[in-house]
């Protein structure tokens, strides 16, 4: 699993973002773009970027959107459906 640190973060919200960050992001999510694309389901490239980092990492996602990722092949779990 990957933490992104908030200089990582950073380098993407620049005005002009990291180049090699963003092209480590391109890798991670490249295939999930293209796999939705053709299933006529494009993405938003921020879920793509987010899903690539999870599958690359064997990782389970924490999101309340869950259906932003329900053909993404990522395991996800919902804080706000859990209960104690």
Do not use: E
Request: overall charge negative.
């Amino acid at each position: 699993m990957i933490i992104l640190d908030t200089n990582v973060l950073s380098g993407l919200m620049q005005q002009q973002p990291d180049p090699q960050v963003v092209a480590w992001l391109d890798g991670q999510s490249a295939q999930l773009a293209a796999k939705r694309k053709a299933c006529g389901r494009p993405v938003d490239m921020r879920d793509t970027f987010i899903a690539g980092i999870v599958l690359a990492h064997n990782a389970i996602l924490a999101t309340r959107n869950i259906h932003h990722c329900s053909d993404l092949s990522v395991s996800v779990v919902n804080p706000w459906d859990w209960q104690a």
